[in-house]
């Protein structure tokens, strides 16, 4: 599966002329070498690819990585830098006779392309080059969707696990950890993202952050959460009560479930992303809440928690069979909450088959 | 405090004829306005700052982030961009009339530079800048350097904690996961980095993610472990094991240490970076154990956990007062494990002023 993916990628690079290809995003490298380390931001890479137009691949890292980056890898050489990256990048390249070198101009800090120019000199051009890798990652292969399937059914586990036992007394805090330690005990690599948990009128914002405030009787609890299965994310958002609801949240939660239904009903291979946001947002506005939906309905899922495609009102794309989107419409009202339901899909050529399989709280 | 900051940097903007700047770097955002929200990656920002060269600055965000933004930050304009970060960015300078807007180079990609040039047109000519707010960060102020304290001393605390229980049978997982919900219920943001634990032959990766491997009888356990308080950052590495040592591993945990205590006396206001990483390193050497040394001695901390002053062997640069750093020799064997100890100090005019207070393993 790896060296299909570098046979596929060493065409193309033959194809545009390019003689080596430096691969800095993360999720890329995973994609092309297995490697599963994570890194602590852009400026502190655990390692990058460098993939020559035909032959063995490198991968480039330090010495705190050696062990797991020749553990994980097969079909890769490992070598380290220890005068830094770009000196070791002079010396592979004069090896390859390489000339034309393409880097990851989406996920290369411009002050370092700067540095890199310098190291390198006359002899090497560079090339920016955006999403090639991405777009490889864009259609996923049935055992990616399966990867992606059981990273949701176990997210669903997770939270129906900790969904019964949320109580008046609990802090967002309290809830999110417990969500994060469950999943990890149930064989999760890590969380996606941060877990989401938000009380009452802390919901009104769509990225909260987990604070102590303490869950009352009759509140609203939105729940956001992720995980990694086998290197694949999953993203779901549920939203409910402690205690029996009130008809205003009744009202507005099954607004919300009617325009996460519509838009499952509209994903198909061949739908342009923009429609599949509109088929949601238009029963959103027809109920008069236009204006509190501020985000777009969904996006890609892969290796990375959010990629694409971007299912937005400006995203004029069509959707092709063997992509991952979640569907999350979402109503805001500061002061009172938000309501947010999040599932996620497979586009496939006549509809979409939906991952999730829970019902709790949606079954309106 | 913070309108110091902006009117510092603002006077900095003056002395360089630039018209505005741009903060993209979250810690440096973080410093600049009080904003605590944290990014997902270079890719998904929850807002920059837009600092003119002369009164009230703006906070940039999309609508995610208003409610947090307009809470958190004072003296700030809160404008959200609906139609993308350019688009608001060209209508804001041009109602400044600004010509030269500097950017932050070293977190700022390649490919968004692009885009910015090409909505800007050519009425703004992009000045890339590196480091500008890093070197205001460098020299902490005593109330920062109070919460950097603060943040090991609860650093300590926790650890303790969860020393007292690391008993055979447990999991690398299990004791990260512990560390990190006490951590939350001590009063902490959250980790300031993935927490590392690491048992016997794993300990020899200085990164190494924790796993299900389970805690045996007599095995090294290497903890290295941060939290965030208010905002400020701490970083910690202790290495014990689980029953009664052998003498190898005494014998390596002295040395380990006495290149510790070397450091810290090493450390002061004028000395040079790399004269306190050969006060550790030497000594390592010494006892054989040169080849094993492979990372830096130390790093900066503050707002972020990794910031300047490196203390390494490369580095010649001096020390000035005020600044943070970490002191963390680690020796490595691959199959057998590794010894890393790591405190925290404050340089001072005429030595160091050690954050840490627990002894517990170090009193040998």
Known sequence: MIQQRIDKLQAALRGRNLDAFLVTEPANRRYLSAYTSTDHGIQESSGVLLIPKKGRPWLLTDSRFELQAKEETQGFTVELYKKGLFVLLKTLLAGLGARR??????YFLHAAVGRMEKVLGNDVELVPVTNLVERMRLIKSEEEIGRLKKAVLLNERVFQQVHSTVVPGMTEIEIALTIERIMREM???RPSFETIVAFGSNAAKPHAVPSDRVLKEGEIVLIDMGLVLEGYCSDMTR???VGKPDNL???????VRQAQLAATKALRAGAVCREVDLAARQIIVDAGYGSCFGHGLGHGVGLAV???P???????KQLRAGMIVTI?????????GGIRLENMAVVREDG???FNEDLTGLDL
């Open 306 to 308: 959010h990629e694409a």
């Open 239 to 241: 939203t409910f009560t």
């Open 101 to 106: 070198l393409a880097f990851e101009s989406h």
């Open 310 to 316: 971007r299912l937005s009102s400006r995203n004029r």
């Open 249 to 255: 949240f009744i009202d507005r939660l099954r607004v």
């Open 328 to 336: 999350e419409p979402g109503i805001y009202f500061p002061g009172w």
């Open 352 to 354: 979409c088959e939906l």
């Open 187 to 189: 064989g999760a690599e």
